[in-house]
């Protein structure tokens, strides 16, 4: 059985709540948001989505883009490896061997459709 402890909600200043706009809108992480002002992570998400206001779109950074799924479709077209698409892309091999694999694998993948 977990135990959950309730903490009572705080409500922030409004000089914290301008301090949390500021970075969200210069693109600081929320996690980093909440470290900076001295609150949990669920309050920076409470705060600003009340506003509106949403985490900056960081999925160029992290996932496959798709002029690098496009690639990856010429490279399997001309019979490329794996590895050898992943060197091109700058890509961990494991990163296209599932991005391939998910989406048709070699004979069947589309770079529109994985997008």
Same mark, same amino acid.
């Given at each position: 059985?977990?135990? @959950? ?9 409004? +000089?914290?709540?301008? #301090?949390?706009?500021?970075? !969200? @809108? %210069? ?18 998400? @409470? ?5 509106? +206001? ?5 999925? %160029? ?8 799924? #496009? #690639?990856?479709?010429? !490279? ?9 698409? !992943? &060197? &091109? ?9 599932? #991005?391939? %694999?998910?989406?048709?694998? @070699? +004979?069947?993948?589309?770079?529109? &459709?994985?997008?």
């Amino acid at each position: 059985m977990t135990v @959950r402890l309730l903490l009572p909600r705080t409500d922030l200043s409004p +000089d914290v709540v301008e #301090e949390l706009l500021r970075g !969200a @809108r %210069a693109g600081v992480d929320y996690d980093v948001l909440a470290r900076n002002v001295g609150c949990v992570l669920s309050t920076v998400y @409470r705060v600003l989505g009340a506003r509106g +206001d949403r985490p900056v779109d960081r999925r %160029a950074a992290v996932r496959l883009t798709l002029g690098e799924r #496009e #690639e990856i479709r010429v !490279a399997l077209v001309a019979g490329a490896s794996l590895r050898a698409i !992943a &060197r &091109r892309i700058a890509r961990h091999p494991g990163t296209i061997a599932r #991005e391939v %694999a998910k989406n048709g694998g @070699r +004979d069947q993948y589309r770079a529109y &459709r994985a997008d």
